[in-house]
């Protein structure tokens, strides 16, 4: 069965006076029909995982393909 949901070393990075490392090369692979937990200590990552997978946030590095579409030439509109 094909991905859903296909992320590959997903980094985000916010850059000021002191850079900061929100999500650090992460990789998933989601395929129709699972069911999928995020779990960890608070200030992990996961909110800002979830912003990348969803779409609303862009990874300083890496790449998501959703349903077979790869997302990262998508402007802000799209």
């Known amino acids: 069965m094909a991905s859903v949901l296909h992320a590959e070393h997903l980094t985000r990075r916010l850059e000021a006076d002191v850079a900061v490392t929100l999500v650090d090369d992460v990789s ?15 200030g992990s990552g996961k909110s800002s995982l979830l912003y ?27």
């Open 28 to 42: 998933v692979d989601i395929r129709a029909g699972e069911c999928v937990a995020i779990t960890g200590a608070s």
């Open 52 to 78: 990348l997978l969803g779409l609303l946030d862009a990874p300083t590095q890496g790449r998501i393909v959703l349903n077979g579409i790869d997302t990262s030439d998508n402007d802000e509109d799209r």
